[in-house]
């Protein structure tokens, strides 16, 4: 069935270096896409998100990049804090109005 | 900063008992969602309720579940008959439109035993 995915499980930078998460997506009918966060112990948490009408979206130090062409989606974080360790979610609303959510990436911020 | 808050924090039941699992959304939200996290996996959608009524689910989301808005601001998901596998974290989710942010809870730690 179509899913959404992730090239990477596992991403460990520098504090100080920017990161990208990446993330596969199979479903051409999606037209909304978020990236959650999720700390041990909470529940995701809203970061960005970008409608398929768009290719590039800017928050305050992310960015989200969506290629339609290849569906694919990316995460940057720019100048990675240790406070931005956590699992990052791509999820994908379909057709059917519900979130469809990636394996995740766990993000490690070394100081 | 207006929360999805959901209670409890943790649940444990015995296999075979019924559980609810309580969610108040976001006040002014119309649409709310349950999902599921088994431990170390992906978080999977449960339900969206909409105007009273279900208006989508997923496979997993079988006669064992049900979900109601028994007044103006809780949400519940009940298991009517809990199985060993549906241990996982729950959480609840609200967004003000369907085609909106969809905000989580802190989520509920089912552990059945």
């Known amino acids: 069935g179509e899913n959404v995915g992730l090239h990477l499980p596992t991403l460990s930078v520098q504090e100080g270096d920017n990161s990208i998460i990446n993330c596969a997506y199979s479903?051409?009918?999606?037209?909304?896409f978020i990236w959650y966060k999720q700390e041990s112990g909470k529940g995701p948490q809203f970061i960005i998100d970008?409608?398929?009408?768009?290719d590039k979206r800017q928050g305050q130090r992310v960015t989200v990049l969506l290629n339609k062409t290849v569906k694919h989606l990316s995460l940057q974080i720019a100048a990675t804090q240790p406070g931005d360790s956590a699992v990052y979610f791509c999820a994908e609303r379909g057709g059917n109005n519900d979130m469809r959510f990636g394996a995740g990436t766990r993000l490690t911020v070394k100081p | 900063e207006p929360e999805v808050t959901q209670t409890p924090s943790h649940q444990v039941t015995q296999m075979g008992q019924e559980v609810i699992l309580r969610c108040v959304p976001i006040s002014n939200h119309l649409y709310f969602y349950w999902y599921r996290q088994i431990l170390g996996q992906k978080v999977e959608f449960l339900v969206s309720?909409?105007?009273?009524?279900?208006?989508?689910k997923s496979e997993i989301f079988d006669d064992q579940f049900s979900v109601e808005r028994p007044d103006g601001s809780n949400f519940t998901l009940k298991i009517r008959s809990t199985k060993l596998e549906d241990s996982a974290m729950y959480f609840c989710a609200s967004s003000n439109d369907a085609k909106n942010i969809q905000y989580f809870g802190a989520g509920t730690r089912l552990s059945v035993l």
């Open positions: 970008i409608r398929s009408n768009m």
């Open positions: 479903n051409s009918a999606s037209d909304y």
């Open positions: 309720f909409y105007n009273n009524e279900i208006s989508e």
